[in-house]
């Protein structure tokens, strides 16, 4: 992994490569790498064609529109739905990155600033790929299909669990957390991704 590409300074550079090291074991993500590497643009590839219609959720001035009930959608394109919309999914990364500070006796006063941290960064990432959007019309849209369905949601899971883990790496530009060693940095930005990843691909459990 080029280091250059993780972060802005020299410094940051080489710590974040170093905590995105030997997760992809942990969240089955092998085949995302390019997506980890700065390919999140990628996200739209791991749909089938068949769902792969392209759509817009931006407002005259650019800005992501958040669903509001009674909205008017573009055709093809379905509300989030409940407990899959970004604030689920950045609430799941987060209580999983919490989880790994507590353990090691961070400050929580750091924590708290490192989990507001996470919170923009997967924010960012998530409106710019419309991911409660897609979730929702991946699920419905093969509703009719399984298998399909078990698939998709599959790849969903992988592709924005790799999306969280870039998110966690960024959200630790300038932070103390960077001194930290490498074995914690592996788990805080793998903890992001295995929240994200493990509650979408939840969609495929009976009864979901």
Request: some cysteine; hydrophobic content about 40%; aromatic content about 8%.
């Amino acid at each position: 992994m080029n280091r250059s590409t993780s972060a802005a300074s020299a410094p940051f550079a080489g710590n974040a490569s170093r905590c995105t090291k030997g997760f992809w074991a942990r969240l089955r993500l092998v085949s995302m790498l390019p997506l980890l590497l700065g390919a999140c643009v990628l996200l739209p590839a791991t749909i089938s064609p068949v769902h792969a219609k392209e759509f817009s959720m931006q407002d005259n001035q650019g800005q992501y529109q958040r669903y509001t009930p009674g909205m008017k959608l573009p055709d093809g394109v379905f509300p989030p739905m409940q407990g899959y919309t970004h604030e689920d999914l950045i609430g799941a990364a987060a209580k999983r990155a919490e989880a790994v500070m507590k353990a090691d006796g961070i400050d929580p006063t750091l924590a708290r600033e490192s989990l507001f941290a996470l919170a923009k960064y997967l924010n960012e990432a998530f409106e710019d790929k419309l991911v409660e959007y897609r979730i929702s019309k991946v699920y419905q849209e093969s509703a009719n299909d399984p298998a399909e369905r078990s698939k998709l949601v599959a790849q969903m899971a992988e592709s924005c669990g790799a999306m969280a883990i870039r998110a966690a790496t960024q959200s630790l530009r300038g932070s103390p957390l960077l001194n930290k060693d490498d074995a914690f940095l592996d788990r805080y930005t793998a903890s992001a991704g295995d929240g994200v990843h493990d509650l979408i691909v939840g969609l495929n459990k009976p009864g979901a």
